[in-house]
């Protein structure tokens, strides 16, 4: 193995980011390294790469970036169990402390002192990376390996869905971005009856429907509270898991449930917005929950069985593998909207 | 409208069935009157018919029995509201009081002053059925009637299957009755990740194949918990879905969990039966769950969703459609272990 | 009895009320006509006497105001079951439909149609008052009978309370008008561990500390997030009540709980307002529960088992017993923000 | 420090322990050494003493026994985070893997691979014992420390109550051994409406009282239903908290339960037993949970919070305080039931 590796770097504290040679990381006694064979590009990774105020407040400048990734394990540390080397493992991105109360009572997802890979610490964007080998997962083999790289935001999708009913229940989808777009398969394949999704953009649509969607519904055309009782025959809606972060997504979700239903929170809205609280929250006796990260390690499981049993499939949401070579060209594309998901594949690896 | 029907009566404190023409019944200002268009056998039916020391302790002699049944409404009373005439409704079997703690806090179908369709009341092997309009299910129009008629004993799959967690999980269901088959089914279109079901007949396991079993077990031949922690690579099982009434079901299912896992029970035992307690139950912190009835009523919007959104289909499980007049042919072929759902059509009316 | 009887009437399209004599209400065959013995004010009231833009697009002008009181069956409708002739009661005042899917499902807090005692149909600032037998509850019989009256605000505080964990737990109650109070009483009561309240007003303050607070925080003065730190050590709540509607206190409310604490929402904001819902909200892996009215009636269950064991007092916050022949003295005494609960005693009873 | 020290050590495979020099125990990078301040004597040590079946299959000869103990942490791992030097520390006596699905899902409590202090390794009857740091919990400062050496096992009376509704609730305890005395405080501590409990002990059943019991039932005397449904005025119980292991007060707490009440067994029968399954589970709905240890560690924030907000007072149920030379002693007075909780005082402490 050599000593350096290429890698995608934030070097400067300036949008931008930077292919350069850097050292193969070292790792602890608990840490598995893994040779990166597939990584994926978070939305994140688009704020870092623009950086906006958010990654100007957080991210170190220097580190590798990249969270999301499936590798080979090629060294495991003194006192890290439960792999072998060969192993192909995805990685959970949160790196909890394990002291904490949320950590002590099994919510590592809202650790008080979580580091991130490829914001906190080096990441996977890159030819080799070291992970804690609690974050290591070992993908299920029947999995493709893009599919593979992507359980850690489709994680997420799960993390969202799985955070109120969902069997049986009719749920939306707001932003058909690639979580929303998981969220979409995972929720027909967790068992909701239907499940309608909602964009402005006819591409994202289209993905939508290939994931699965019962309905889907253009919200720069149509009103999604009219349309939805109009498909539920003048219900509401169970469950919103809201993926988009726009706020007219928030407000339209909410008034779209029934009395009682519940709103997922997981897209980021820009900046603080307003809501009128009595008539879409309190009136209705709605459940409105904020939702980060993936449940350590629940999430993974309900993830793995969905995957490993073949119910769920999330091939339609990669729409390109690309060369990691090709970084900045990738992150064009995804900001033309033109993309699902886009895949990398690093420096002498086999797309 | 005729003043007399025919109707299957428990007419004797014995064994035996009796066709008999008798009142078409009357109705009070709340309640609906329903013409039967399809009834079905339940377990239940066979103990009235057999006169089994349950039945001598609760049935009233001289019941119309029958309690799972379709049927449209032709008469409403003064006070009845939700329903018009000629719309099709199947029906929660249970009579329940409204008064007491458990009616009172949603929980319907624990009422202390339960009144049963076909065993406390008259029921509806019969043209036709008397019933309260808040116990009317107005049927999804795309299901088939037949399927319709099993609304109420699938209402008991869909209660156990969702008394725990179920999405993503890995579930085995023990005793492939018709409830089994339906459990079946419903574990799959309610996101189970895999769906064991274990038997000792080889036509029940095969119409379990039918409803999607992902694996069957002949407990005949196997043994449960082996098959199932070599199904599951070593692992075990996150839910059991108890139908059989078996001890040796219950024993091995408990033993088949994973720790923390759950068994729902609905399935019930002949007589007591002997568990250690230590090894099954408190050391693998499992919880247990006795299941009567439907939850009055999300089970029946749970269902609903499941049929009228296509993701479950019960027809596998029916295997029989038969003239009423040929009951206690019916009762026969279910005594010789030779059908699934027996479903039944009242005079008059076509199969 | 006498045909007519003496009640607070909303008589006109307009700031005010009146004390007009009207016909006693007639009954239906499923209600109870209570004698009011002690009927106590809401924030509700106090928006209907201002006819405020909420009261006009909502109460009905002609309408027998008050919907908090306690009173005794003096006849009972012919199918009302349940009661006696002198019984004690308290009264839910929502009437709910009992026919849409939250009614159906246990949810009939949030039921689609709802009609409130007091806005909608006829109220108890009355000497009579007539509610369905459903919606009465029979008061604990060791309980003072101005507690009695206030059982349906202090519901709400249960319902509050209870939304999320509370045994063990550590608790702010945000805005100590009456429900608040009641809500720390609750609190304490339900085996919080710590109870924290917090509000601008000295008086309301020290009526909280008397409630049982186990600090009491004055926001016109000291940081809701820094004194809370300091209370726990610098640990954040696990869970807020908020009873103010003030968006303050839900920023602040929301900043002072630990990750995945949960806020639950009963105040009413005057209007919208703005959240920084990434760092508030997401971030921290919080769930906001909107709360209306009292779950129908496990609350009602909850809040007698609270009175009738003695493990809660609700004396404190009740500062004032008035005739109801004074109601404009007491709505004015409310809004001078120098009183906690007000009671008012028709005409003809005892103080 | 010296290299050896006094323990009380299973040296044979038969009944007894011996007082023995012992080697003061090596830890490791991630451990702290704690010198113990006050122990006390659990049930298992009981078993262990007597070498019953269980003690055969499980415990290590030449063990130290002894899990539950309060000390003060002397020595410190090269990578124990959270601790300094001198602080009080008790301790979780379960050493969890932490790599198995319920150790990685927050149910540590059912690890598939636990250790335990006292049974697998060394344990606290000794002047030092070694214990990961992960296990160690500092105990609340303004706790006495006989309290909080009882920690351990009144965590699981914690896990037992708030595994299920308490608050408001109508609660008994079956069984009145130390862990059912803790239970019954921390029952009421946690919000429970009524506390009955039950033994045939008076001795007990006066510690009971002690305790915070709202009435004590002598079931050598009485019938627990009856006696239950006269207090509750004809009404079940909302939960049940078994501690005896005794079959028929499993048997009669089911049957003193409302329907779709709950039963958390944590008391161990000596054998399987047999249960009316269909009249004392399936037909109530009645939700039955086993419970072992504690959860990891929300059990230990829940008790911190109860005893540190002063909510919650052991000390009734701690009857003697010895020396720990007295162990033959201290075990013939717990088997004689003339005991509470013993703790013992450890060579060179001040009792």
Not at 131 to 144: D, G, T
Not at 166 to 180: Q, R, S, Y
Not at 197 to 204: G, I, K, L, M, T
Not at 323 to 343: C, D, H, N, Q, Y
Request: proline share 5%; charged share 20%.
């Amino acid at each position: 193995m050599a000593n350096t590796m290429l890698a995608v770097v934030k070097a400067e504290a300036a949008p931008g980011a930077e292919i350069r040679e850097v050292k193969v990381p070292g790792f602890g006694r608990t840490d598995v390294l893994v040779k990166v064979k597939v990584a994926s590009i978070c939305g994140t990774d688009l704020h870092i790469y623009e950086w906006d105020r958010w990654s100007q407040g957080r991210v170190r400048v220097g580190v590798t970036t990249g969270h999301e990734f499936v590798g080979e394990i090629v060294a495991i540390g003194a006192e890290a169990r439960g792999f072998a080397l060969g192993e192909r493992v995805a990685c959970e991105s949160h790196i909890v402390c394990g002291h904490c109360l949320p950590c002590r009572t099994g919510n590592g997802h809202v650790c008080e002192n979580t580091r991130i890979l490829g914001v906190d610490v080096n990441g996977g964007f890159a030819e080799y990376v070291a992970v804690p080998a609690v974050n290591a997962w070992r993908a299920p083999r029947n999995v493709p390996i893009e599919v593979a790289a992507v359980m850690e935001p489709c994680g997420n999708a799960v993390h969202t869905a799985f955070a109120g009913p969902l069997a049986a229940c009719n749920i939306a989808v707001t932003g058909c971005g690639p979580i929303g777009l998981f969220a979409i398969g995972v929720a027909r394949a967790a068992g909701a009856a239907r499940v309608f999704a909602s964009d402005v953009s006819p591409f994202r649509l289209d993905l939508a429907r290939r994931m699965g969607a019962d309905a889907v519904i253009d919200v720069a055309k149509e009103l999604l509270v009219e349309r939805v009782r109009e498909l539920l025959g003048g219900q509401g809606l169970d469950g919103v898991l809201e993926m988009s972060g726009s706020p007219q997504a928030v407000r339209d979700g909410l008034a779209a449930l029934r009395n009682g239903g519940r709103l997922s929170l997981l897209g980021l809205p820009k900046e603080p917005f307003e809501l009128d609280w009595n008539r879409l929250v309190i009136f209705k006796g709605i459940t409105v929950r904020g939702i980060i990260g993936r449940r350590m390690y629940e999430t993974w499981y309900q993830l793995d069985n969905l995957l490993a049993s073949g119910r769920l499939d999330l091939k339609p949401a990669i729409t390109h593998v690309m060369p990691m070579e090709r970084f900045e060209e990738a992150i064009g594309l995804l900001k033309s909207g033109g993309a699902g998901k886009v895949v990398l594949v690093p420096w002498g690896e086999d797309a």
